[in-house]
């Protein structure tokens, strides 16, 4: 089975910063997109930020300039800096993949990791 991982979550102030990492592990032939959703107790899970395999990005409209992501395709490895974090960013925050399991497979199925707190507070 394929498994995703985050760390680097943490209690920070408003202004600070934090570097999130999600490592893909498993068995499978290749990534394909992956991505960053964030979610508050009361609330659905909210999209932030996203990359392709070639390395073109995307990000929501509440974390464009702060927030930068990035990935490590050797390592399998997706990062989310996050900058300039305000409390309302606090938040579980969730990295995805779209994983191929097999060189086979015609479609890619989406994983999702358990998740890394990043509480903003002074």
């Known amino acids: 089975q394929v498994q995703l991982v985050e760390s680097g979550g943490g209690l920070v102030q408003p202004g600070g910063s934090l570097r999130l990492s999600c490592t893909v592990s498993?068995?499978?032939?290749?990534?394909?997109?992956m991505g960053w959703y964030r979610q508050t107790i009361g609330k659905e899970r909210e999209w932030a930020a996203s990359?392709?395999?070639?390395?073109?990005?995307n990000y929501a409209d509440s974390v464009k300039g702060r927030f930068t992501i990035s990935r490590d395709n050797a390592k399998n490895t997706v990062y989310l800096q996050v900058n300039s974090l305000k409390p309302e960013d606090t938040a579980v925050y969730y990295c995805?993949?779209?994983?191929?399991?097999?060189?086979?497979?015609?479609?890619?199925?989406?994983?999702w990791g358990q998740g890394t707190q990043v509480t903003v507070s002074s």
């Open positions: 498993g068995t499978f032939a290749s990534i394909a997109d």
């Open positions: 990359i392709t395999s070639g390395g073109s990005t």
């Open positions: 995805t993949a779209n994983v191929k399991r097999y060189r086979s497979t015609i479609f890619a199925d989406r994983y």
